[in-house]
């Protein structure tokens, strides 16, 4: 059964092809949105336009060089986008389909780890002790892991101040966290490829911003110069925050958030819901 429209004739089939290529542009372009690839993709539409009015009016040198331009560009396009590719993949393992884990056994950590960071990371500010904390969620960080000290310690408070006291062996790294562990300490975090934000944001917090866009983590950035705390998610830091009962009440946000989309629950503690998500902002605003 169909329809014709335009002398067109429209099935049922031809409907769901174009739906679902609609869907995938729209994700494509979310994927990009707010990334250098939005310019790399602004650069390839308008060298479409140059192509189609050179060819147009004939101009054959033109149409020529840009022919094969466009073709090593197409090449490329696997290393230009590779960030965004790999973001895509990353998302797509982590949306549920083709996962077999208890819920539970996804999450981040509990209430009294959440609570047992935000106190560390007000302790270390109010000294102006740099840290950087990541919380591993659903996208494991073992590579980050291995890039440092493993210590597979229990979570606390004492041994958390030990690691950033400075002039330590660990400080300048940062402290990996799951499910209640420690799991490693002075580990390397790639930096934001964010240009813009590379103008006025500190090592840490590239740091910081470079593993949200690459993972699904929640880093805790405690600045050495002013103390200020921030929180990295999704590519973007939040802005400073000074109050300890606020700070968890950002991290039970960003750390919930997942699960209870997945779950579908509907109570859920009252601290979490108070945070909107503006508390998160692009790094580059």
């Keep these: 059964m169909g329809v014709t429209l335009w002398g067109f004739a429209i099935g049922l089939q031809d409907l769901v092809d174009v739906l ?18 939005v310019r790399i993709m602004i650069g390839l539409l308008l060298l479409l336009i140059v192509l189609g009015v050179s060819t147009r009016v004939h101009l054959l040198v033109l149409t020529t060089v840009l022919q094969f331009l466009l073709v090593g560009t197409a090449v ?15 998302q797509l393992g982590r949306s549920g389909f083709f996962s077999f884990r208890d819920p539970a056994d996804e999450r981040a950590g509990g209430e009294a780890a959440l609570s047992l960071l935000a106190r560390t990371a007000i302790i270390l500010s109010n000294s102006r002790i740099g840290a950087l904390i990541a919380i591993e969620q659903s996208t494991g960080l073992r590579e980050f ?85 921030s929180i990295a998610r999704t590519g973007r830091i939040s ?45 580059s605003a």
């Design 20 to 37: 679902a290529t609609a869907f995938l542009i729209y994700y494509l372009l979310l994927l990009i949105r707010g990334t250098r690839g």
């Design 76 to 90: 490329s396009l696997p290393i230009l986008f590779q960030p965004e590719l790999r973001r895509a993949l990353e």
């Design 145 to 229: 892991v291995e890039s440092g000290t493993r210590l597979d310690a229990q979570l606390s408070l004492e041994l958390l101040l030990t690691i950033f006291t400075p002039h330590s062996p660990l400080h300048d790294g940062a402290v990996i966290v799951k499910d209640g562990t420690i799991e490693a300490a002075g580990c390397f975090l790639p930096l934001s490829d964010n240009v813009t934000a590379g103008a006025h944001l500190g090592t840490r917090h590239r740091a910081a911003v470079g593993l949200s866009e690459q993972t699904d983590a929640v880093v805790i950035v405690v600045s050495e110069q002013s103390g200020h705390v």
């Design 239 to 283: 802005r400073e925050i000074d109050d300890e009962q606020r700070l968890r009440s950002v991290l039970l946000a960003c750390c919930r958030a997942p699960r209870r989309r997945r779950a579908g629950r509907k109570q859920q503690p009252s601290a979490a819901r108070t945070v909107p998500a503006s508390e998160l902002v692009n790094p």
